[in-house]
């Protein structure tokens, strides 16, 4: 077996571990001895990989925060049109439906870490990226941030934002998603 594949084989063994531990003991009471045992490797290998518990969950949620940072930049183009509901044939935005997917891929990582046993920090860095993306979008196709003149900006954007995220959180406690 090659370095490369032996890498990648302990990155998932530790990524398993760390599903399985965070589902049963939660992410602060799980331990590197805990991680080491359940993945069945030696610690000195975990430190290989990373310095401690919390760079490993640094890790996993950089990388989330990365993927859906890149999923929205690279497909937002068609996301924030108007659509005319009247027609009874909504659309799903390309964008949405690749956050489902990449979710979907993700399910159980993504699932213990937004869980009551997870960091409870994933939520608002998910949550800043999504109102810094949406600005963004907002921005070059207003020419500004706001959403409405309607509400306050921060209001509106608590509400898509917390509305998103509480969709993603009820889909995920659901344990079998559709």
């Not at 800043?128 to 509400?151: H, P, S």
């Not at 921060?154 to 559709?178: D, Q, R, T």
């Amino acid at each position: 077996m090659a370095v490369h594949q032996k890498v990648i084989q302990t990155e998932r063994k530790i990524r398993s571990a760390f599903i399985y531990l965070a589902e049963t003991k939660g992410v602060d009471r799980m331990t590197v001895s805990d991680i080491t045992k359940y993945a069945k490797i030696n610690r000195s290998t975990f430190y290989a990989h990373y310095q401690d518990k919390f760079a490993m969950i640094d890790h996993f949620e950089n990388q989330i925060l990365t993927d859906i940072q890149n999923l929205m930049k690279n497909n937002l183009t068609d996301t924030m049109t108007y659509q005319d509901l009247s027609s009874g044939k909504p659309q799903t935005y390309p964008v949405v439906d690749k956050i489902i997917q990449y979710i979907d891929r993700e399910f159980n990582l993504i699932r213990v870490l937004l869980g009551p046993k997870g960091d409870g920090r994933l939520e608002e860095r998910v949550k800043q990226v999504l109102t810094e993306i949406i600005d963004a979008d907002l921005f070059r196709l207003k020419g500004e941030m706001g959403m409405t003149k309607q509400i306050p900006a921060n209001f509106a954007h608590e509400i898509i934002v917390s509305g998103l995220m509480s969709i993603i959180k009820v889909w995920l406690a659901e344990g079998n998603p559709e």
